[in-house]
């Protein structure tokens, strides 16, 4: 089986990394990887940096999209996807998560009756102002094949109409869905054992375990709101001031530039010069997962960073309205509180004096890439 590979975010090159070591590991003799890396992060850190921690092969193609508008941005990939697509006449074309990648990738191949994988499929926010929300909307009604990393999942996509009982090949009238567990539990597994090893990052800011929280901002609903950016830093910085630790901000460079613009000079000073606040350029992989594992607490607006949490047993303050992962808020290991500043400081109060936390299997067992490389090639 020839597969073709879309990837083009930071999260989707840490996903693709479980299913191409699945591949070398257990199915090199069944299955052919093609990659494409849309280019739709084009920074160093947040790239090429992670193909080489990952240990993934090189993209066979890059497009070199770069960021801008949806559509424009969405344009260029559908294009660029579809050429590939009908150069390479794969199989089928697997996308992860809800990106404008995911989407141009699932787009140009259902046009051409190529049949779209989508893991990560089902997840929703119901929140449509979202784009995500969007693109995972569409993505799973372009799919043949779904696979979802957990029961609410499945239970979503049966909302929406599909069978969840069918039992004969996989076509785009008749797609299938499998609950396969979560390929970033796989990697969070994998790699926090390398982590430790090779990451000096705790080492290289004086931290000590248990005595910082880590914060992450990236959404546009965040960074773009001068009023919600205001918000989350005068938050973060009551934090600080509560707790007596560090926190650890590793920024995005399009969040670094909406600081210097949209912030009050006063409070950018201030965040600036806290000794306690360290901000830093955008983390690896494995040093991110060094500083999930070892904080006291993850503040982050990340589906990705919240999730990660949750595996290495931290609470979250989700720094959004929504979240994907509703399992791990109903569970009550993570609080959602959107911009407010006074939620963010409040959920911070009621998480730190928190002792009884509890972290069930919502997430699989960790075998969750194999599991979708063996029912890719039995359904398709």
Not at 23 to 39: D, L, P, W
Not at 350 to 368: E, Q
Request: proline fraction near 4%.
């Amino acid at each position: 089986m020839k597969i073709v590979t879309i990837i083009g975010a930071r999260p989707q090159i840490i996903k693709a990394a479980a299913i191409s070591r699945a591949i070398k590991t257990h199915f090199a003799h069944q299955i052919k990887e093609i990659i494409v890396h849309t280019g739709q992060h084009y920074d160093e850190n947040m790239s090429a940096i992670f193909f080489q921690e990952m240990g993934i092969p090189p993209a066979d193609y890059n497009l070199s999209v770069g960021s801008g508008n949806h559509g424009a941005q969405t344009a260029k990939m559908l294009d660029g996807v579809e050429s590939i697509l009908l150069h390479e006449n794969p199989d089928a074309l697997l996308v992860f998560g809800d990106t404008n990648s995911t989407l141009a990738g699932a787009l140009a191949a259902v046009k051409i009756h190529i049949p779209v994988i989508h893991i990560e499929a089902g997840l929703r926010s119901f929140n449509k102002s979202m784009p995500e929300e969007i693109n995972r909307i569409v993505c799973d009604h372009a799919s043949t094949l779904l696979f979802t990393p957990t029961e609410q999942g499945m239970q979503n996509l049966s909302k929406e109409g599909f069978s969840l009982k069918n039992n004969t090949k996989a076509t785009l009238n008749s797609p299938r869905v499998f609950k396969t567990g979560d390929i970033m539990y796989d990697n969070s597994l994998y790699f926090a054992k390398i982590s430790a090893k090779r990451t000096s990052i705790v080492t290289t800011l004086n931290l000590d375990e248990g005595d910082f929280i880590l914060c992450t901002v990236h959404r546009d609903s965040n960074t773009d709101q001068r009023t919600n950016l205001e918000n989350i830093v005068r938050g973060l910085l009551r934090i600080q001031q509560i707790s007596e630790q560090k926190i650890v901000l590793p920024l995005h460079p399009r969040t670094k530039k909406k600081m210097e613009e949209l912030l009050p000079t006063e409070l950018f000073k201030t965040l600036h010069e806290n000794p306690y606040v360290f901000i830093i350029e955008p983390a690896g992989f494995l040093d991110m997962i060094a500083l999930e594992s070892l904080c006291s607490m993850v503040i982050t607006d990340s589906g990705g960073v919240q999730k990660e949490a949750f595996f290495f047993e931290k609470p979250c303050i989700i720094l959004r309205e929504q979240t994907e992962w509703v399992e791990i808020v109903s569970n009550g290991n993570a609080l959602l509180v959107g911009s407010d500043e006074e939620k963010l400081v409040t959920a911070y109060q009621k998480l730190r004096s928190t002792k009884d936390f509890t972290y069930p299997a919502f997430f699989g067992d960790g075998h969750a890439a194999e599991e979708i490389c063996r029912l890719m090639l039995q359904y398709l």
